[in-house]
Structure formats: structure tokens, C-alpha cells
């Protein structure tokens, strides 16, 4: 009987331990916008090319980027699309030559490590270097990297792409 409660005790303090912590972020701006973005103006978003770690490529990486970036500004905008054949600024110019109105968004994954055994306690680890380019002027409007860390948990089912959602939501919000 004592030596099951030990290990109840045990197990709890695991448990509160690992799920106690949270996700954590950093925001680096490189550059910050010298004005507000416009409401309802276009987005239009490059695909970044997929992440790596170490001689690890992560499939699909690239897309779930833009996907989560495309969200992001979907709050302040009915015109938000991801291209899929694009993942430089000199690409989207290319193929949206008449486009007024607009923004051009050039996501690059610095770093993404997954952590597909999460019994290896070690956290996944994801960082983006976004860039906005206003069409008008056609200059970096801003730009910051989001790098994020989730939870080390036994029970964490978290992935690098989920830890990304709110520091990107946080930054796309600060610009408008």
C-alpha cells in the first residue's frame, strides 16, 4: 500500500510538472512597419520551402506555414491567398503583375524540430522569418522572426505548426 502511494505521488508530480509547462515565443522584429497595415487590402502569400533539421527535411512544413500565416491575416482581410507555386517576393511580383491594392507576404522557415517521440522530453522547436512588402512602394513594409518551443511533455500533442499559431496571430495583430 505505501509503495503504491509513493508511486501515485510520484506520477502526479510528473504529470503537474509536464503539463504546467507552457508553450513559450519570441518575437525579433527586424524591421517595424512605419505605418499601419490597411484593412481589407489584398494578401497575397508565398509558400516558404520546407523545414529541416539537421538531414531531416519535414514534408508539408512549407505549406502548413503559409496555412497558418494565411489565417492570421484572414482576421483583417477578405482577400488572402496563398501561392503555391511562389516562394519569393520576385515570384508573387511575377505572376500578380496588375494586382492594386496589396500586400506581398514572404514567410522562411529558419528552423523546424520535430519531436515525433515525445518520450525524448525534448521540445519541438519552430522559427519563421516573416516579411511584408507593400506592393505600392514595393518595400519591406515589416518583418520580425517568430521562433517558439512547445511543451516537453510526456503528454503534449502539440506540433511545431500548432506552436506557431499565436505568435503569429500576436504579430499579424500588431500591424494593424
Given amino acids: 500500500m505505501r509503495l ?10 510528473i504529470t503537474t510538472g509536464c503539463a504546467s509547462q507552457g508553450n513559450t515565443f519570441n518575437q525579433t522584429i527586424i524591421s517595424e512597419p512605419k505605418s499601419s497595415l490597411v484593412r481589407g487590402h489584398t494578401l497575397l502569400i508565398a509558400t516558404p520551402k520546407n523545414g529541416w533539421y539537421e538531414n531531416v527535411e519535414y514534408p508539408g ?30 515570384c508573387l511580383k511575377r505572376t500578380n503583375p496588375g494586382v492594386r491594392n496589396a500586400y506581398f507576404v514572404v514567410p522562411e522557415i529558419l528552423h523546424w524540430e520535430s519531436r515525433d ?4 522530453m525534448r521540445p519541438d522547436v519552430i522559427e519563421v522569418k516573416i516579411t511584408v512588402f507593400d506592393h505600392e512602394h514595393s518595400k519591406s513594409a515589416a518583418s520580425a522572426i517568430l521562433s517558439s518551443k512547445n511543451k516537453n511533455s510526456l503528454f503534449s500533442g502539440d506540433r511545431p505548426q500548432d506552436t506557431l499559431q499565436d505568435p503569429v496571430n500576436r504579430y499579424v495583430s500588431s500591424l494593424y
Fill in 61 to 90: 512544413s512549407g505549406r502548413m506555414t503559409a496555412s497558418n500565416i494565411r489565417a492570421a491575416f484572414a482576421r483583417f482581410s477578405d482577400h488572402v491567398v496563398v501561392s503555391d507555386q511562389c516562394q519569393d517576393l520576385a
Fill in 4 to 13: 503504491r502511494s509513493i508511486i501515485l505521488a510520484i506520477t502526479a508530480a
Fill in 117 to 120: 517521440k515525445n518520450w525524448t
